[in-house]
């Protein structure tokens, strides 16, 4: 599965942005997917994930009421709609699909190569 995503840029503080993740090679409906970040200087943090068919989703504390996590099988893509935008949620963010229900990026099995989100106070 090669994964692709978009729909970073700059953004001010208290502003939205959403986030595209799109699959190719492979259906991703087989797939729980989540997101990930990483902030400069910081370690890859988790962000939340969608199981396969859509039906659960989790979420950090940090992103939680914020960050709402879907997905559209038909159209193999997974989407991060980010709310209320904060300075901290600055990071480079990353979509990425595992076979289990995890949190924990070694357990993802294909990543996307990242789309820089910039929120500017």
């Known amino acids: 599965v090669q994964l692709q995503a978009s729909g970073g840029g700059l953004v001010q503080a208290g502003g939205s942005l959403r986030l595209s993740c799109a699959a190719s090679?492979?259906?991703?409906?087989?797939?729980?997917m989540g997101w990930f970040r990483q902030a400069p200087g910081k370690e890859r943090e988790f962000v939340g994930r969608?199981?396969?068919?859509?039906?659960?989703?989790y979420y950090e504390d940090s992103v939680k009421g914020r960050f709402t996590i879907s997905r559209d099988n038909a159209k193999n893509a997974v989407y991060l709609q980010m709310n209320s935008l904060k300075p901290e949620d600055t990071a480079v963010y990353y979509c990425?699909?595992?076979?289990?229900?995890?949190?924990?990026?070694?357990?993802?099995?294909?990543w996307g190569q990242g789309t820089l989100v910039t929120v500017s106070s």
């Open positions: 969608i199981s396969s068919s859509g039906s659960n989703t």
């Open positions: 990425a699909a595992a076979i289990i229900w995890t949190r924990r990026a070694a357990e993802y099995n294909y």
């Open positions: 090679g492979r259906t991703l409906s087989n797939y729980a």
